[in-house]
């Protein structure tokens, strides 16, 4: 198939904003969504803030009603279904009735980690209570199976084609677009909602907390805790959401007349093995490298051509390895190194919803011409000083720029790496 990919939906539901309006004007302004919880410290959590889309329970119930989707245990299902919904809408396409046949056209692959977490807890405390599990309520079991969201999406929107659930840790969303960008391009599927979600919980946030992962010192100042590149990073902020992008093969979005927000060129997807300096939890600098070159040697594109990383820079002493990265990779530094932003510093790290709402900023600033900030890289930390100039970094959105090629990375526990090339549609 030679027909090029586009993307003609977006849905996010993210700590700043929920919906692609309410979330392009935050990320504009370089708005935080963190904020302090105090159950967590109920919990004893070292770090007690975190983000969380502000979506109420009367929207959460009147979405459910809508749909006829009946009791949710999981927030990262009902994110995910949300958002799925919001890029379906978005794209222009009908919801179906419930009596139409299934669209073997389109399909989903719709990631997680740990959405099943809620209901997996619902049936631990319902055992170990001494009830009879039998009088359990039947509704959380399914949601309990990690394909739970791309299931509940495929009943809302009566996809017939490939319907699944991929997991890859913090780089499960950008898989997700990278792998249904293969379905479509093979000619096995013309349509496919993609994206991530990830539960909002004390049992998803606990083990980074308990393995020194998260923030600490900032719990006094939410907002200035998530600091991607800069040199007082203490952790990464935990966080939860989800983002949703419709992809279609362009004939098919030109027929129907369908907004086309950006045009994926292609990307890479590997690992680095947990070799050399690789371990599960720091990705190997050779593996990002290749990762990068390849994903740019799939669709012909130059390192010079970059405009804009939208890095996956966690506030973690990851960011150093992914800095030299990419210094390595495009042979740029200094200030001949590309515009360079970091999501998370307003949202703090979604996990596997990251690279899905991560992916959906990257399409917004590329069609509307911005680029976003990123707020907290006050003093860049010394090794990525050496490396790239302050400048590359912007403390402030950029307006009315001309973008026309932008690259999101994200890397994954278990060391694990996608990398997708988006590029400013152009007829």
């Given at each position: 198939m030679n027909d090029r990919i586009v993307i003609t939906g977006l849905g996010v539901l993210s700590p700043n904003g929920i919906g692609v309006k309410k979330f392009t004007s935050a990320i504009r302004k370089g708005k935080s969504g963190i904020k302090f919880y105090p159950e967590l410290r109920e919990h004893a959590f070292r770090c007690q803030i975190g983000g969380v889309p502000a979506l109420s329970e009367k929207d959460r119930l009147a979405f459910l009603e809508k749909h006829q989707i009946q009791e949710v245990f999981s927030t990262g299902i009902t994110y995910g279904c949300i958002a799925a919904a919001q890029a379906w809408k978005d794209s222009g396409l009908a919801f179906p009735k419930a009596s139409d046949g299934a669209d073997y056209t389109s399909g989903c692959i719709f990631g997680t980690g740990s959405n099943g977490i809620e209901a997996t807890h619902y049936g631990i405390a319902l055992r170990e209570s001494g009830q009879d599990t039998r009088k359990g309520n039947p509704r959380a079991l399914p949601q309990a199976i990690n394909s739970a969201?791309?299931?509940?999406?495929?009943?809302i929107l009566g996809l017939g084609n490939q319907v699944t659930s991929n997991a890859s840790a913090c780089n499960t969303g950008t898989e997700a677009i990278l792998m249904a960008?293969?379905?479509?391009?093979?000619?096995a599927a013309t349509r496919m909602l993609v994206g991530s979600s990830e539960s909002n919980s004390p049992y998803v946030w606990g083990p980074f907390d308990s393995m020194f992962a998260t923030a600490h010192g900032f719990n006094d100042r939410p907002q200035k805790a998530s600091r991607p590149m800069d040199k007082d990073a203490a952790g990464f902020v935990p966080s939860s959401g989800a983002g949703a992008l419709v992809l279609e093969n362009l004939s098919t979005a030109q027929k129907r007349g369908a907004r086309i927000y950006a045009e994926i060129l292609g990307g890479?997807?590997?690992?680095?093995?947990q070799r050399g300096k690789g371990t599960m939890t720091i990705g190997n600098v050779n593996g990002m490298v290749r990762c990068i070159r390849n994903g740019l040697k799939s669709c012909g594109v130059l390192p010079g051509q970059i405009d804009l990383i939208s890095g996956h820079l966690?506030?973690?002493?990851g960011d150093i390895t992914e800095i030299n990265a990419w210094v390595k990779a495009l042979n740029r530094k200094g200030t001949d190194f590309p515009y360079i932003n970091s999501m998370k510093s307003m949202i703090?790290?979604?996990?596997?919803?990251?690279?899905?709402?991560?992916?959906?900023a990257a399409v917004l600033q590329l069609y509307h011409g911005f680029i976003h900030p990123s707020i907290n890289a006050d003093e860049l930390h010394p090794e990525i000083g050496q490396l790239i100039a302050h400048d590359c970094v912007p403390p402030k959105a950029i307006m009315d720029i001309a973008l026309d090629i932008v690259c999101k990375i994200s890397f994954g526990f278990g060391d694990v790496n996608s990398c997708l090339v988006l590029k400013k549609f152009k007829a």
């Open positions: 969201v791309s299931a509940y999406i495929a009943k960008f293969e379905k479509i391009r093979s000619g890479h997807i590997n690992s680095g093995g966690s506030s973690t002493i703090g790290h979604c996990l596997s919803a990251s690279g899905s709402i991560e992916s959906v």
